[in-house]
């Protein structure tokens, strides 16, 4: 659920969205592209672990579902790993040649949240979240 809320705030931030955006002049066309991609992947990673969750049996084959929440739990954790501490140095020291075009409070929740939930969706599919992720029953026995 929280990696779907952060993927929408990134898109709607994507799509040109004005809230929560200190800056709205300091957002190039990379930075655009940027973060909806990192809205696609936190959303992709929310849609295949609830398909996982829920283990209604689906279309699409289970190394399909396993992929989206991999790499968009690898996605979040890692980019917004590396992005919470440099936005907190920014927030926090102040330097002249540096500024974020987001508030940098909704910037920090933000990329705390995907760390949060990137690493929650790790655990998940590692532990395969105490059985109540579905496995099919081909892959139980050892066979694809």
């Known amino acids: 659920m929280t990696g779907a809320v952060t993927g929408l705030a990134w898109l709607y931030w994507a799509a040109g969205g004005p809230l929560g955006i ?5 957002r190039p066309a990379n930075w655009h592209v940027l973060v909806g991609v990192s809205a696609c992947w936190a959303l992709a ?6 398909a996982l969750v829920r283990g209604r049996s689906t279309r699409l084959p289970y190394p399909l579902l396993l992929a989206p929440a991999w790499l968009g739990s690898g996605s979040m954790f890692a980019w917004s790993g590396w992005r919470l501490p440099a936005t907190l140095y920014v927030a926090l020291a102040h330097p002249s040649d540096v500024s974020y075009p987001e508030n940098v409070a909704v910037a920090v929740t933000l990329h705390l949240t995907a760390v949060l939930t990137g690493a929650g ?14 496995v099919p029953a081909e892959r139980v026995g050892g066979r694809l």
Do not use: K, P
């Open 22 to 26: 200190a800056h709205r002049d300091e």
């Open 121 to 134: 969706i790790m655990r998940s599919l590692v532990r395969g979240h105490r059985g109540r992720l579905s």
């Open 45 to 50: 990673a929310s849609a295949a672990v609830l």
